[in-house]
Nanobody, 126 residues
């Protein structure tokens, strides 16, 4: 079964940290890349970070560069999103995603097609 399961969301004050985890099963484990996107109420989805399974190359949205770090543990079939220096504008539902198509990994909307997790809420209070 193709599945992505997230954990680690919660509420934190501005300046704090959270770590999200996502564990893969089925095809999602072998996807060429995977990562995180978020969506806040009334806003469009935003790709936050993605990592390529093969060489571990990581790419970030400008809004999170220097604050968020994506990593993966292939043995555990798990990826992590370490979020530091959180801001109120980081408040959103965060989803783990794995594109089905390798070429999608090179698109700004890489998360649009493929599998998503159920989402985990991150709330940052100022």
């Amino acid at each position: 079964q193709d599945q992505l399961v997230e954990s680690g969301g919660g509420s934190v004050q501005a300046g704090g940290s959270l770590r999200l985890s996502c564990t893969a099963s089925g095809y999602t484990y072998s996807a060429y890349c995977w990562g995180w996107f978020r969506q806040a109420p009334g806003k469009e989805r935003e790709g936050v970070a993605r990592i390529f399974r093969g060489d571990g190359s990581a790419y970030y949205a400008d809004s999170v560069k220097g604050r968020f770090t994506i990593s993966q543990d292939n043995a555990k079939k798990t990826q992590y999103l370490q979020m530091n220096s959180l801001k109120a504008e980081d408040t959103a539902m965060y989803y783990c995603a794995a594109p089905r198509n390798k070429l999608d990994c090179y698109s700004a909307s890489w998360f649009d097609r493929g599998s998503w997790g159920q989402g985990t809420q991150v709330t940052v209070s100022s």
